[in-house]
């Protein structure tokens, strides 16, 4: 596994948001975890990105263990995050929020032909590279924050919530960008609220309840389960 959670615990004071939640995710692949709201899955990927502290258990990262090191030095690493809300600097452009994703590294040569990549993903962006940030619709803000995260070339992809909010049509496009970066190499982590587009994108998938996980399995067997139907498919 290229990703590794060993009975993670994260405790905000005294409430339990993780309770010791293990899961993998290997190379290539696309891993959803899905849950109610408040079930601990946006913490997960905060501990993976080191923006949560574990209480108990251990993370590791490329035979690497993660878990006590700084949020700079994970990104690094190369874990990019792309957190819920998308979050770009409104008051920057589209390429300048897209440099600002590669802060960490010295290889211009290679920063520049990863722009270029991301302007390929996102033609959109390129069309818009010297608009700011702040003036663009719900789903160009996504795309700008999916593109800000892999400016960082990252090993693994980590996505929160990214259909959140977004026109059905919008969506679609931004599934079909996730499967084209998977493809191109970069695993994905992915939590979303619309279980249904989760566990089509994702290979394997995680069901957490109240911090912990409840159900794992490929993700088209868990689209058959009857519990998962029920509770997060609409029946």
């Known amino acids: 596994m290229l990703l590794r959670l ?14 010791g939640v293990s899961l993998g995710v290997p190379e290539g692949g696309i ?22 502290k574990l209480s108990a258990g251990e993370i590791w990262f490329d035979k690497s263990r993660i878990d006590n090191r700084p949020p700079e030095a994970i990104v690094a690493n190369g874990i990019a995050h792309v957190p819920e809300g998308r979050r770009v600097f409104p008051d920057l452009t589209v390429e300048e929020n897209l440099r600002t994703g590669a802060f960490l590294r010295r290889d211009k040569p290679a920063i520049e032909r990863d722009l270029e990549q ?23 803000q996504q795309m700008l924050a999916i593109g800000r995260a892999l400016m960082s070339d990252p090993k693994m992809l980590l996505l929160d919530e990214p ?44 069901v957490l309840e109240t911090g912990t996980v409840a159900l794992e399995g490929p993700a088209v067997e868990l689209h058959a389960n009857d519990h998962v139907r029920r509770a997060y498919l609409g029946g």
């Open 6 to 19: 060993e009975d993670a615990s994260v405790h905000y004071k005294k409430v339990a948001a993780l309770k």
């Open 31 to 52: 891993v959803t975890i899905i849950g109610a709201n408040g079930a601990g899955k946006s913490t997960t990927l905060r501990a993976i990105s080191g923006l949560a």
């Open 118 to 140: 991301v302007f390929e993903h996102f033609p959109r962006l390129r069309e818009r590279r010297k608009q700011w940030a702040k003036t663009m619709s719900g789903g160009e």
């Open 163 to 206: 259909s959140m909010g977004l026109a059905p049509v919008m969506v679609q496009e931004i599934a079909g960008i996730i499967i084209e970066i998977n493809r191109r190499g970069v695993p994905v982590v992915l939590v979303e609220q619309n279980a249904e587009l989760a566990l089509r994108l994702a290979d394997y998938a995680y």
